[in-house]
């Protein structure tokens, strides 16, 4: 059956909409009906009302409980189960532990045979490894910043691991959890896959006692005195050396 | 017929991404929407991926549910017989698949259950509008049970009535006319 615009007749609708409920139209016929009613409220209302008849109709039919393994490939279909709370520290407890460990690893040879590492031509003190490093989540829980700094730099070197999605006239502020003070701010992060941002101090000054780091959504205007909730990231900071 | 507002309950969660509550709504679901998807495609194996399908629309566009605009049953009822029909459409099925009107698909459709005439009849006795249905036309009613609960085409209608396809089309129209007014003097 042909829709026109012309005949926007409430019969006309509500002959599409039994064709549709009934199967009686063909493929192309039900596709052109489906957009129809997702732009018109009254082909809408009209489907509505037969689906309202289908489903009396439908309620005779005898109830045939399916095959258990039914369930088991629904359950395939839609994906594994969500993480519980402890799954999800696991999950990136892991790979947070083995980069720390690596970075361990990395400092004491280093330090126990630099040439090895470091190029011969270069003085050893230029590329010492980072003292703090954090490793900042996003709220699926993904890995989607690394920062690091020197022990005694004022620096802070941040690498997004995935882009910031920021609103028009909103910038991230990565912040300082320290444990037993409120957060205070480490610098303004910009939009570059890696940056060097000055901090207000030196890292040993500013994040011997600073558990996690976190970054939050501010407006561009002036500095916050305080996160507004919730964080875009956070992540534990720990002190390698 | 599981209780309307657990069902509504039921999805309110599972747009919450909530398991167990789409577990539960399958228990309390599934046997009548497998049997919908059975009468139609007569064939297990396509009734079970019809199902599979349509649950995971479910679990997927709960959110598209709109208890204030229908029953969760009818919504329900709704994305498994439009899946179905779909793959009834689908060329592909047609050309493979010779479609039996008998049911002699073999366990498809349970022993001793009504043929789709017989559901008609049984769904306008339980909606009390059986002197309703009686008074449609013979032909009429038979077009209108064996489209809905068999989902024949207007082709296959008319193979299986020996009717040309120009009647079938009227029987159809009028009987759907009739068994409108027949449900709207309900509501």
Redesign the interface.
């Known amino acids: 059956m042909k829709y026109n615009r012309t005949d926007d007749s409430a019969e006309l609708l509500?002959?599409l909409a039994?064709s549709y409920?009934?199967?009686?139209s063909?493929?192309r016929a039900?596709r052109r009906f489906e957009r129809l009613v997702r732009s018109n409220a009254a082909a809408a209302r009209a489907l509505?009302s037969w689906?309202?008849?289908?489903?009396?109709?439908?309620?005779?039919?005898?109830?045939?409980?399916?095959?258990p393994?039914?369930?088991a490939?629904?359950e395939q279909?839609?994906g594994p189960?969500?993480q519980t709370a402890s799954r999800r520290w696991a999950g990136w407890l892991r790979p947070a532990l083995g980069f720390a460990f690596g970075l361990i690893a990395m400092v004491g040879l280093v330090r126990w045979q630099p040439q090895w590492v470091l190029p011969s031509d270069l003085p050893p003190k230029a590329v010492l490894p980072a003292s703090y490093v954090g490793l900042l989540l996003d709220a699926s829980g993904r890995p989607a910043a690394l920062a690091s700094s020197l022990k005694h730099g004022a620096q802070i070197s941040v690498k997004l691991l995935q882009p910031l999605a920021l609103p028009a006239g909103k910038v991230a502020i990565l912040w300082a959890l320290p444990d037993k003070a409120p957060p205070f701010v480490l610098a303004r992060l910009g939009g570059d896959t890696k940056q060097l941002l000055t901090m207000p101090g030196s890292s040993e000054a500013l994040l011997a006692s600073v558990n996690e780091l976190a970054v939050s959504v501010e407006d561009a205007a002036g500095t916050p005195a305080s996160p507004a909730a919730p964080f875009l990231l956070r992540g534990h900071c720990v002190k390698l050396w | 017929m599981p209780d309307s507002a657990l069902l509504e309950s039921l999805l309110a969660r599972v747009v919450l991404r909530d398991r167990e509550a789409f577990r539960q709504l399958y228990d309390a679901c599934s046997p009548q929407l497998f049997g919908i998807a059975l009468r139609l495609l007569r064939r297990h194996d396509l009734a079970e991926d019809v199902l599979q399908e349509a649950f995971s629309r479910i679990w997927h566009r709960a959110d598209s549910y709109r208890p204030a605009a229908s029953q969760p049953m009818t919504w329900l009822t709704s994305v498994v017989r439009n899946r179905a029909l779909d793959v009834l459409r689908a060329e592909s099925l047609r050309r493979t698949e010779p479609l039996e009107v008998d049911d002699d698909a073999g366990d498809a459709v349970p022993d001793g259950s009504p043929d789709p005439l017989g559901l008609l009849e049984q769904a306008a006795d339980a909606l009390r509008m059986r002197a309703c249905l009686d008074a449609i036309d013979g032909p009429q009613r038979q077009c209108l049970a064996l489209a809905y609960y068999h989902g024949l085409s207007h082709s296959e209608l008319a193979e299986h009535l020996g009717s040309p396809i120009g009647s079938v089309k009227v029987w159809l129209r009028r009987g759907i006319d009739r068994l409108r007014r027949c449900m709207e003097r309900l509501a």
């Open positions: 509500d002959r039994a409920v009934f199967g009686t063909g493929s039900r509505q689906e309202a008849r289908s489903a009396a109709l439908s309620a005779a039919i005898p109830p045939v409980s399916p095959p393994g039914v369930w490939r629904i279909r839609i189960a969500p």
